[in-house]
């Protein structure tokens, strides 16, 4: 059973372009939710997606957007690109009804130069 | 109201010795917390987690400790090894928000 994949482990931009995170939920898992990590930091939450729709969002600008496919799989675009979104992005699963459970994948590192 | 505090930033303990990892909320709303390990390179893993009803919950070497009228809850690794050396995250849900908020992190440093 495969656990939640991202893709890709790592990405160098630079400032004012434009970027795409992908993630595959775990098998049976309805819902992506995307989380910032910043280094030495714990991970602050973007936005949830359930049922292809935006379902919450942390305190992030509208650089920030998702998309959720029919497959349960989701992209996270970040758009003119600024040195401080250099991070960790992580993507978590779960279940929505009854479960708290999030499982996490590997993350994407992003380098912003 | 949001936040998880969590103490302290790192800690170095001997090997077999017993780790502890304090955590406070102010949100009475969390229902529901989760520790997570992390290890350079790689997502959270999710450790053990415990519901404001219990007082504690043990699973094998980690215990979580809950007091709902402090606000307070740790995680104690006993018997800590070389390999638990990882940063630990305490967090916390609730209510009808499904975003889980999470401390800063501990590094843990077990000595062999």
């Known amino acids: 059973d495969a656990g939640v994949t991202q893709s890709p482990t790592h990405l160098i931009k630079t400032r004012g372009q434009q970027v795409t995170l992908r993630c595959s939920p775990k098998?049976?898992?309805?819902?992506v939710s995307w989380y910032q990590q910043a280094l030495g930091q714990g991970p602050q939450f973007i936005f949830q997606?359930?049922?292809?729709?935006?379902?919450q969002r942390g305190n992030f600008p509208d650089r920030f957007s998702g998309h959720q496919f029919p497959n349960y799989s989701s992209e996270l675009n970040v758009n003119a690109l600024l040195l401080g979104d250099s991070a960790l992005y992580l993507c978590a699963s779960s279940l929505l009804l009854g479960q708290e459970t999030q499982y996490f994948g590997p993350g994407t590192r992003l380098l912003v130069l | 109201q949001q936040q998880v505090k969590q103490s302290p930033q790192s800690l170095i303990v001997q090997k077999g010795g017993i780790s502890i990892i304090n955590c406070a909320y102010e949100n009475t709303a969390f229902d529901y917390f989760p520790w997570y390990q992390q290890f350079p390179g790689k997502g959270p893993a999710l450790l053990i987690a415990?519901?404001?009803?219990?007082s504690e919950k043990k699973e094998g070497r980690f215990t979580i400790s809950f007091n709902k009228s402090a606000k307070q809850f740790s995680l104690h690794i006993m018997d800590s090894q070389p390999g638990d050396s990882a940063t630990y995250f305490c967090a916390a849900r609730g209510g009808r928000d499904d975003k889980i908020i999470f401390g800063k992190g501990t590094r843990l440093h077990i000595l062999p």
């Open positions: 997606y359930y049922e292809e729709e935006e379902r």
């Open positions: 415990i519901r404001p009803d219990v």
């Open positions: 098998s049976g898992h309805d819902t």
